[in-house]
């Protein structure tokens, strides 16, 4: 009889153990498969850190070069200036001393609108002009600036101021033969009024070119 009740404890002992074994394999195994999930997501989020590390270092670098980028142009734009300045002081002593001006304005000259082309007039007037090189009797150096009033776009009426001084320097060149490199034009555009652009007299008035006789 005792012999009987060892032999049931024991075998409850093993059917207990059979019930057991599989739970602790089972809550071993999810124990593992929690833990590299966990390694998957520290991997991940490592990895999230280090693009954004790398996009923040990115930005920054763009934008130190956008900074020096810009520190340049700012540079040139000012050795630009200076040297258009330099350029400016040299070119006016290159021509020497100014002697007189000469201005045909539009009641003179009268360019049609949007014209280039010498009226009558404007030759007549070019013909006094040059008869006071004649009695300057002097070497001479001729600055022919074109200019207009401000309609229409700034960059037609640049084009445009230099017709009309190109018309000028050519009439010089043909009726008087007066050397093409005694002469240089340049366009002002609308850029320097002599009168109200808000009237139209005084858009007449700053259809002109100037003649700067220099010594």
Do not use: W
């Not at 009987?4 to 809550?27: D, H, I, Q, W, Y």
């Not at 540079?75 to 200076?82: A, I, P, Q, S």
Request: aromatic fraction near 8%; proline fraction near 2%; hydrophobic fraction near 35%.
């Amino acid at each position: 009889m005792k012999r009987s009740r060892v032999v049931f404890f024991v075998g409850c002992l093993v059917f207990a153990g059979l019930l057991l074994v599989p739970g602790c394999a089972t809550k071993k195994y999810v124990q593992q498969e929690d833990a590299a999930i966990d390694q998957k997501v520290q991997g991940i989020e490592t990895a999230i850190e280090e693009n954004q590390k790398r996009i923040k270092e990115h930005d920054e670098r763009l934008e130190t070069l956008g900074s020096l980028i810009t520190k340049q142009q700012d540079e040139l734009k000012g050795v630009d200036g200076k040297l258009e300045a330099v350029s400016e002081e040299v070119r006016k002593a290159s021509q020497g001393k100014l002697i007189f001006k000469e201005t045909l304005r539009n009641d003179q000259a009268k360019f049609k609108f949007g014209s280039s082309e010498l009226s009558p007039e404007a030759k007549a007037a070019l013909d006094v002009f040059v008869q006071k090189l004649v009695e300057e009797n002097r070497g001479i150096y001729l600055e022919i600036q074109g200019h207009t009033d401000n309609t229409g776009e700034e960059s037609y009426n640049l084009v445009l101021g230099k017709r009309r001084a190109d018309a000028v320097m050519e009439y010089l060149y043909k009726q008087y033969h007066i050397p093409l490199h005694r002469m240089e034009v340049f366009s002002f555009g609308s850029s320097a009024p002599v009168s109200d652009n808000a009237n139209r007299d005084g858009r007449a008035q700053n259809r002109r070119v100037d003649i700067l006789v220099y010594e």
